[in-house]
């Protein structure tokens, strides 16, 4: 690892003016991901900026329709936290089955978003739920959010806040995990609000996406045998060491499966 | 890994070959490219900032070109070391052949990817996708370099 001044600002005000005085500044949420690749020098900011203190950041809250989660709440809180068990226990679900034990008490919502990594697992909730994104800034709606592998449309310096989760009728996460590591091989996330249905999948190409040709199908027939004959294109899929893109392809549509049968 | 695709380029078979020998194109289009040196016929030496997610590391390499067939086909060999993260190894093989018209031409190029070292062990699920997003990234380039729309880009590139 390289050399770089450490802050642990108190504020949002005061971590964005920070990042914008910097050479190469970088935030650090859980550090998951950043600091393996600063271990690996395969990245080396001048400065890193402890988002940890910043406490108007961390907590879940029910509102009217939905619940608030703050970007720096950890994936354990989130799991264990009885209000999303009462409001959107798929949430709290996926939460628990992120990596590991300390993985889940260090990793944060907020870093898992807004590092976009092709097989996390809260975009799926994310996109599957239509969640809106609220940076310092900005609302962002969850559609408008996901640009590719590790990119969305926060900009240099944005700070994600909190994720506004709107409350579904009914929802769940279906993970086929890597049996190592835990990340998504694939990952298919169906909610269902007022006879819409958003089906969500992560892990399986380079970012999450949303699979348009199942929501229409399950909006009209909600089971599992409506989706039987679904193919998915595999030319769009990830194809590595842990699955060829074929597999994936196919994975999607039996996770969806999964799903679906423990909606009904 | 191997990826594989056909783009069409509005643009003459020899304008677009003109391009892949253009050490001046090839740094605009590569993504992330710092430099661009000819150190002797067909070979250069390159160095580009990657920056994919977390990652965000400077990069020394060398480009060779070898079975020049003009204007029809050649293989761009690229590798690259990154220190004690590993190394990466590119070989692509571009053919080209006349399009609909004179102003179009068909582009068909088959890459073949090789990452060792820690670089492979903690990235190999994400090789894949990082070598299509680069890849994808440097023919989108490279066409506008092409076209009307890469003039602008063409200007912005001091040397």
Known sequence: MYGFKYHRPQTIEEATKIFAACEEGSYLAGGHTLLPSMKQRLAAPTDLIDLADISSMRGIREEKDCVVIGALTKHEEVASSELLHNAIPSIADLAGNIGDAQVRNRGTMGGSIANSDPAADYPSAVLGLGAVLVSDKREIEADEFFLGMFETVLEEGEILKEVRFPKPEASVYKKFPNPASRYAVVGVFVARTMGLVRVAITGAGPCVFRAREIEEILTKDFSAEAIRNVRLDADLMNDDMHASADYRANLCVVMAQRAVRELI | ?159
């Open chain 2, 1 to 159: 890994m191997i990826i594989e695709e056909t783009e069409s380029i509005e643009a003459s078979i020899d304008r677009v070959w003109q391009g892949l020998n253009d050490p001046g194109i090839l740094k605009l289009s590569l993504p992330g490219c710092e430099d661009f040196l000819v150190r002797e016929e067909n070979k250069f030496e390159v160095v580009m900032q990657a920056k994919i997610g977390p990652v965000k590391a400077r990069f020394r390499g060398e480009i060779e070109l070898s079975d020049i067939n003009p204007p029809n086909s050649y293989t761009i060999a690229g590798s690259g070391k990154g220190g004690v993260a590993g190394f990466a190894k590119g070989i692509a093989k571009v053919s080209l052949s006349p399009g609909n018209n004179s102003e179009h031409t068909e582009m068909k190029y088959r890459i073949e990817v090789t990452v060792g070292g820690k670089l492979a062990q903690i990235g190999s699920r994400l090789v894949s996708g990082a070598a299509k997003k680069l890849s994808d990234e440097f023919f989108e380039k490279f066409r506008e370099s092409l076209t009307d729309t890469g003039k602008d880009l063409e200007q912005e590139a001091p040397g």
